[in-house]
């Protein structure tokens, strides 16, 4: 049952994963990556990281992916061109996509010590344990991080009066 | 398990169905309330007091030509309103419509009229799909080729955003003193006793989180987006027959799902004072039952209410009340909260 919503799920987020890249309309980029994080939170939620699932769709489907929405509808980002081969590029690029596909195939055969057990628990009251336990340091920085940043986007947008 | 999937789809199919015959119901009592507070009678011919104008209104709906502009974008036009009814629909299985009595059905637990009982991340998934739901506003309004539709989009967007950051915080402070994610454990830790319900407790959490409720699902006071003196009908101005059935009912669905989590979140859920401490098995999942959609009913009536009794807030006077307004204030309440947890008063 675990194995039949995992597939449907990993072939959605490739085959979505691929029109993201491939499209030439941007806007229909973004509502695909929307779906590619969709099924990526749902292969999370199979791998018993509930909280993870959910901090994905509200914090990057939902947020992230938002902005990218504004910011390509607000330019106007035009329609990607078709008529460059690039042959280069394309070469390159499927090259180091197979590489990418030999290597995964290669990890399904070979087996990883440790792999399959649970690494901590998933749920919200662990991690949160964990954040203001052993990685109290690092939640803290990255919050000053996000401060930063705000205070800098702040300072990048506002205009002399 | 074939006999959990089945309870688990049956459960799913009485929610969707409640949901969708909601619609009609708040049709109704809108164009009614909207009547009696203005001082007029409202639909009373068609039908015993006009209680089947909506489905009239539904298959007037339904036969309206349904027309694709020229210019739009024929793949996001389709999926707005798709998005809408999706996130609209999906929010409802994690929140608890009576108390897990330990009655089994064929063998299989029902813990209580609730589709996904055991989500440990209730509030977090509910606050997920809600954030979605910016996707079908947007999309409808940027893909219509049409300056309103755009701008109201982008509004709508804009003030979602905005009011999602008070929602969050002001749930936050109850997910402080429950110590869960959990939505019944949420309803079952606030206890029969309505002196212990979030809404007496946290009284600035529960007005943030009102008026957030109300500037999420696009109502008056907030719906500058979609406001018919300003921007025709703002996102959804391009969409006819099905498809702004479509927006319609994610619109109500929306409210009565916002309505449905203040109950569970603020107001107890199911609990009814002295019943639910002293009923058990099936009387006490069908009284609980009825008293949380006797509170999600008046959750509804106040939506209606507020929605004809104020005028509207210009945009800039929106933003401004969000970010300096209820957020703050939303954050006095974490604070009281906080402080009132180390105390030992909560």
Redesign the interface.
Do not use: E, Q
């Given at each position: 049952?675990e194995l039949a919503v995992f597939f449907a799920a990993a072939v959605v987020a490739v085959a979505t994963g691929v029109v993201a890249v491939a499209h030439r309309?941007p806007?229909?980029n973004v509502?695909s990556l929307?779906v590619t994080f969709f099924c990526v939170a749902v292969c999370y939620a199979l791998l018993a990281a509930?909280?993870l699932?959910?901090?994905q769709?509200?914090v990057y489907?939902?947020?992230i992916l938002?902005l990218f929405?504004?910011v390509v509808?607000?330019l106007n980002a035009p329609l990607a061109e078709s008529d460059q081969p690039r042959k280069l590029q394309r070469i390159f690029g499927l090259a180091a996509a197979a590489l990418v596909g030999l290597g995964g195939a290669a990890l399904a055969v070979v087996a990883i010590p440790g792999a399959g057990e649970p690494v901590a628990e998933g749920?919200?009251a662990a991690i949160g344990r964990l954040l203001v336990g052993p990685h109290l340091l690092a939640f803290e920085l990255v919050s000053v991080l996000l401060l930063a940043a705000l205070v800098g986007a702040m300072v990048l947008v506002k205009r002399k009066a | 398990?074939w006999a959990e999937l089945a309870i688990t789809a049956a459960k799913l199919l009485a929610v969707a169905t409640v949901l969708l015959t909601c619609v009609p119901i708040m049709v109704w009592v809108e164009r009614r309330g909207a009547a009696f507070i203005q001082d007029r009678l409202g639909p009373n011919r068609v039908g015993p007091m006009g209680l089947l104008q909506p489905v009239i209104d539904a298959v007037k709906l339904f036969f309206k030509e349904d027309l694709t502009p020229g210019g739009v974008?024929p793949?996001?036009y389709t999926?707005a309103p798709m998005v809408s009814m999706f996130v609209a629909l999906v929010t409802f299985i994690v929140i608890p419509f009576s108390a897990d009595a330990g009655v089994e059905v064929f063998g299989v637990p029902l813990k209580g009229i609730h589709v996904a009982p055991d989500?440990?991340?209730g509030v977090?998934?509910l606050?997920?799909?809600s954030?979605?739901g910016?996707?079908g506003i947007?999309?409808a309004g940027?893909?219509s080729n049409n300056k309103y539709s755009?701008l109201g989009g982008?509004r709508s967007?804009a003030q979602l955003?905005s009011y999602e950051l008070s929602l969050t915080m002001s749930v936050l402070g109850v997910i402080l003193v429950s110590g869960t994610?959990n939505l019944q454990e949420v309803i079952a830790r606030q206890g029969p006793e309505i002196w212990k319900w979030h809404a007496v407790t946290q009284p600035i959490g529960f007005i943030v989180f009102l008026v957030a409720a109300f500037a999420e699902t696009n109502r008056l006071p907030f719906d500058l987006a979609e406001a018919e003196t300003e921007l025709v009908a703002g996102y959804h101005v391009e969409y006819s027959s099905m498809r702004f059935a479509s927006f319609f009912m994610s619109e109500y669905i929306n409210i009565v799902t916002i309505s449905a989590l203040t109950v569970t979140l603020f107001l107890g859920g199911w609990q009814v004072p002295w019943l639910t401490a002293t009923l058990s098995g099936w009387p006490l999942v069908l009284v609980s039952a009825g008293a949380f959609a006797a509170k999600v009913a008046f959750l509804l009536w106040l939506f209606v209410w507020v929605r004809w009794s104020l005028p509207r807030f210009r945009y800039d006077q929106l933003m401004q009340l969000g970010w300096k307004g209820l957020l703050p204030l939303a954050a006095l309440n974490l604070l009281i909260v906080g402080v009132a947890m180390g105390q030992g008063w909560l």
């Open positions: 049952m309309n806007v229909v509502m929307v509930p909280f699932a959910a901090a769709i509200l489907a939902g947020a938002v929405l504004f509808m607000l749920t919200a | 398990m974008n793949i996001l999926l989500l440990g991340v977090l998934y606050l997920a799909i954030s979605l910016v996707y947007v999309l940027w893909s755009l982008l967007s955003l994610l």
